[in-house]
């Protein structure tokens, strides 16, 4: 039997009915009972930690044909029976679930054997660590390394005092070794796997089943299913972070760290420092920057004033990247990109600010995780003018909001547009990790993707339909494109249904949100930017559309509706066309061809109830449709020109006039509409 001792406990129930022993067999490891001489004589030892009023002890055997594994009736658990508030144990040394032991039994490979130490102790307590070995081979010493103060003590020969500064419960601080040689040399390099969880401290998340040391120098590659979140302190010489791989620090972290983002060709790509201390001539040296007219380079920064938004540096350049800076870099070559310096712990302040020319500035995620496009938006609704980001994908700006959030990678730049000078925060809580497995979330909400298409360009515009959302502007769910830098001469659009009299320029929509409960009713204007006898394709990609709803565009000039649920829509451009009012988009289960729509007008009735009344019946009953009046006289001569919101059933006042035969001009969402009447 592997145990130190044993002994009969009394167990009495409360109402004093009965009495029940019970012969068990305990290890007071980690009790302040002495342990009787163990049995087994095999080399170990005995770890204490002492203070003022109490003791803890631990065992640890070197036993051959043991395993680092969990090896039944040689490992020993800590007695879980009541809850511990103070305690001594060791974790295996090739652990998958954090189980703490009493006593743990390893092979004999001494100096192969790092073996973690874990507390469970309050805050501001002095303790002191003392070993009692057994049967130890010559020479060889115990070593505790205290991997925060970077210390290695010879408990072989002395006592250590430590001095505990806060709540403590688990390991990562404090490892048992052995040595024949003297102070154990720890691995130089050690490699994150994430076999186990997301913990820094548990050793199963690294290759060599060690947790690094304070002289390490730490890989940490992409493409990996879990990433390493450090709760309590790290020191390390060197930590590199492959492109896509990230790292959350929650305290304390000592050591350079170097993240590599990708750049994957010669185009330029908006990019941030992920890690604080980080400058421009450190760049300029070690990066294969492209070079342009003069003395520019392939490195940025974006100006909101002036003529031109963007400001190159020269191979002089030497300034300190702040964190949060977003800049724009144009490679010679593609390749990993670097980014040296120190680990942001905290929440990070950026200033933004309005400009002469526009209102949008370049900021970065400057962490070495991922953020939240919408959580970073929401913390920063009091200083941007839309909860909204853009971001360059190497050919044209990409708008995400509400309905598309994405997870910012460590190293990206991305657009915001200011309301004033303030500062932006990047909160330290919004820091996640992404796998290979999991980066978008999907989408619930049905919506549409319209796309335009010329000989070399394809530009896209979506609509979502969102319950309790409106037909006019909602912060965070409605986004204009981008407008930071040159404008385009290729680009499509929708507009707001209800205009809003806040904007004084009704704002092109990259993204538009509609209500799910009108998704049949309302008629969506379509903007496009695009040259004379320029041949385009309009066509579109729908997700969790309801299958009977069909979507239609309409052409206002050629007057056709077509199906582009169904098929694509060419044509050529008769002329320039900068705004919108020739193309809309329907969504219904009607059918929407010429035919049918030429039956919905023959449906609209004109007539004269009195001398000065219209009455309008058959329009379409949408709150959001206003149809325009127009009557002329048989000579040509306008006699009126009035606007008014859609209904079943409109009366309509007109001025007197004289008898004769008029002209009535109507037009509806459905097309013009012409009759003429006799006033007697």
């Not at 250590?160 to 720890?186: A, M, W």
Request: aromatic share 10%.
């Amino acid at each position: 039997m592997n145990s130190d001792s044993f002994t009969i406990l009394k167990y009495k129930h409360i109402n004093n009915t009965f009495s029940l022993f019970i012969l068990c067999f305990f290890i007071f490891i980690s009790s302040n009972i002495a342990l009787a001489k163990p049995i087994n004589s095999s080399p170990n030892v005995r770890l204490k930690i002492s203070t003022a009023t109490a003791e803890r002890n631990t065992r640890i055997y070197y036993t051959q044909g043991k395993t680092t594994n969990f090896d039944n009736g040689y490992d020993g658990s800590l007695f879980g029976g009541v809850a511990l508030s103070f305690a001594l144990y060791t974790q295996l040394v090739s652990d998958k679930n954090g189980k703490k032991l009493g006593i743990q039994t390893v092979p004999q490979a001494y100096e192969k054997m790092v073996i973690p130490i874990g507390l469970i102790i309050s805050a501001n307590q002095e303790i002191t660590f003392s070993a009692t070995i057994e049967n130890f081979p010559e020479n060889l010493e115990v070593y505790l390394e205290d991997r925060v103060n970077n210390l290695f003590i010879n408990l072989s020969k002395g006592t250590h005092n430590h001095t505990i500064t806060k709540n403590t419960n688990g390991v990562g601080q404090f490892f048992l070794h052995t040595s024949f040689t003297g102070i154990p040399t720890p691995p130089s390099t050690a490699t994150w796997t994430g076999n186990t969880n997301n913990d820094w401290h548990i050793f199963s998340n690294w290759f060599s089943n060690t947790v690094p040391s304070a002289t390490s120098d730490i890989i940490i590659p992409a493409d990996l299913n879990k990433y390493p979140t450090a709760n309590s302190a790290v020191t390390f010489k060197s930590l590199t972070l492959h492109s896509g791989a990230s790292f959350i620090p929650k305290d304390k972290v000592t050591g350079n760290i170097t993240y590599k983002r990708m750049i994957p060709d010669t185009k330029w790509h908006l990019i941030s420092s992920p890690v604080l201390g980080e400058n421009t001539q450190n760049i300029i040296q070690n990066e294969p920057l492209a070079t342009g007219l003069q003395t520019n380079i392939g490195l940025a920064n974006f100006s909101n004033n002036g003529n031109t938004p963007w400001i190159y540096a020269t191979k002089t350049s030497n300034n300190d990247i702040l964190s949060g800076k977003g800049m724009s870099v144009k490679l010679t070559t593609p390749k990993d990109f670097s980014f040296t310096g120190r680990a942001n712990t905290s929440s990070v302040s950026y200033p933004i600010s309005t400009g002469s020319r526009n209102n949008f500035n370049l900021v970065g995620n400057p962490f070495t995780a991922y953020i939240n496009s919408q959580n970073f938006a929401l913390s920063n609704t009091n200083v941007l003018e839309s909860q909204t980001i853009w971001i360059w994908n190497g050919s044209y700006y990409e708008t995400y909001n509400a309905n598309n959030p994405i997870e910012i990678a460590p190293g990206q730049a991305f657009f915001v547009e200011a309301i004033s000078n303030e500062n932006i925060i990047f909160d330290a809580s919004n820091q996640k990790h992404q796998t290979i497995d999991t980066f978008k979330r999907p989408q619930k909400n049905p919506s549409f993707e319209l796309f335009v298409t010329d000989e070399k360009n394809t530009k896209s515009t979506k609509v979502f339909y969102v319950e309790n959302k409106t037909t006019g502007f909602d912060n965070g769910y409605d986004s204009k494109i981008f407008g930071g830098t040159t404008s385009s001469n290729f680009e499509v659009f929708t507009e707001l249904i209800t205009k809003n009299k806040q904007h004084k320029n009704q704002p092109k929509l990259a993204i538009q949100t509609l209500p799910t409960s009108k998704i049949e009713e309302l008629i969506i204007p379509i903007g496009l930017n695009a040259k004379k006898s320029q041949k385009i394709t309009f066509s579109i990609h729908k997700t969790n559309f309801p299958e009977n709803i069909q979507i239609y565009l309409e052409d206002r000039i050629n007057n056709t509706f077509t199906n582009i649920s169904t098929k694509k829509h060419p044509l050529i451009l008769e002329n320039n066309t900068k705004s919108s009012g020739r193309f809309y988009i329907h969504t219904t289960t009607d059918n929407l061809e010429k035919n049918n729509i030429q039956k919905k007008i023959q449906k609209i009735s004109i007539y004269k109830s009195a001398n000065n009344t219209l009455i309008i019946t058959g329009l379409e009953n949408q709150e959001t449709q206003k149809v325009s009046l127009k009557i002329f006289s048989i000579l040509g001569k306008k006699m009126l020109n009035k606007q008014f919101k859609a209904m079943q059933t409109n009366i309509i006042e007109i001025p007197k006039m004289a008898k004769g035969i008029y002209i009535v001009e109507l037009h509806t969402d459905l097309g013009k509409i012409n009759k003429k009447i006799i006033f007697d």
